[in-house]
């Protein structure tokens, strides 16, 4: 290896792929990850009755932000895991296992179990995967009382009930 290429390597370029730099930014941006189901929601609950006769109900504005999250985030995640993949296989500076959980956590899941058994990437790590498993659980959790909430704040009312008896049981 020459040693311009050795500089580049050590400096965290290479010419072949340079995309990847791109890649490593947008992964560390991960609050940009609600963004776009609130984009959605907020424009189809307010500003749907300015283009139509009726406005949407509420519940179908919140489940097409949240449609709009699984996919564009899972379509993120997808390209960070190819890309924490090939900057492994580069041994180059990758993007943090924090940045992909959080990718994940925001309905980016589906994309990340995707792409770890379409890249073999993570998916033996242990720790790694128990975290993203633990992610899957408080999404699923997260949408589901986002969108049913008749249903979830009943459970989370008795849910915390239990808590404090439990509380003045042991005091």
Known sequence: MSSVKRQAKSAGYNAKYAWHSTAEKVANYWPLAILPAFFVTFFL?????LFM???LPERIAILAGIATAFVLNSLFTIWFYKTDKLLAEQQLWRIPELSLH???LFCGWP???YAQKKYHHKWKKTSYMVVFWLNVVLNVAAVLGAA???ISLPLLQNANDA??????AVS
Do not use: K, N, Y
């Open 102 to 104: 959080f990718w994940e």
């Open 148 to 150: 049913f909430p008749e």
């Open 45 to 49: 609950w307010h500003f749907h009755s």
């Open 163 to 168: 808590l404090m008896r439990l509380v003045d």
């Open 111 to 113: 994309g990340a179990l």
């Open 53 to 55: 006769q009726d406005a």
